[in-house]
């Protein structure tokens, strides 16, 4: 993984260098350097680590999710602020199941960074309102859920809102 600082300066040299292949007559090669800059802008914009965490998640492999996380070393200078956000949305997924207090600062701490996606920002509160729950906490998790309602537009979570909702009548 490259700082982020080196990859805009990988993007911006294989980018003059690709505008001067064009001026030489080498298309074809001003063409793929064209490519290779914009491959840096994006792993700018999307890290490939964190890329990789999502896919351990998805196979439920909660351990094999923190060790590509823990590869990330740096945090603040090597991830832009959204990035951030979903690094900390993910330790709070994995420390979820162990440790609520660590997966609750985790989940505040996406929150307050911002994710890039609304249904990913509704599933951060939907979390961090079942935490609260969990510690008897209902007035703050009732207002998570709400701001979590107003996020899921398609009802991607409603059934786990539904749960989360009769969970709280107990209470």
Do not use: C
Not at 34 to 42: C, D, G, P, R
Not at 65 to 93: A, F, H, P
Not at 111 to 139: E, F, P, T, V, W
Not at 143 to 166: F, P, R, T, Y
């Amino acid at each position: 993984m490259f700082p982020k600082v080196i990859k805009l300066v990988l993007a911006i040299s294989s980018f003059s260098y690709g505008v001067y292949q064009f001026i030489d007559d080498y298309i074809g090669n001003g063409i793929l350097m064209l490519i290779i800059s914009a491959m840096f802008i994006l792993l700018y914009f999307k890290n490939e680590l964190i890329f990789l965490a999502f896919l351990r998640l998805r196979k439920q492999d909660f351990e094999g999710t923190q060790k590509w996380l823990m590869r990330i070393s740096n945090v603040e200078n090597n991830l832009v602020r959204k990035q951030q956000g979903y690094y900390n949305y993910l330790l709070g997924i994995i420390h979820s199941q162990k440790n609520l207090t660590k997966s609750e600062k985790y989940f505040k701490v996406a929150i307050k960074l911002g994710l890039s996606m609304n249904h990913d920002l509704a599933m951060a509160k939907m979390s961090l309102a079942g935490i609260y729950l969990q510690k008897r906490r209902k007035r703050e998790a009732q207002q998570l859920l709400v701001e979590a309602k107003k996020l899921d537009k398609h009802g991607m979570l409603s059934g786990q809102m539904k749960m989360i909702q009769q969970q709280m009548k107990r209470i």
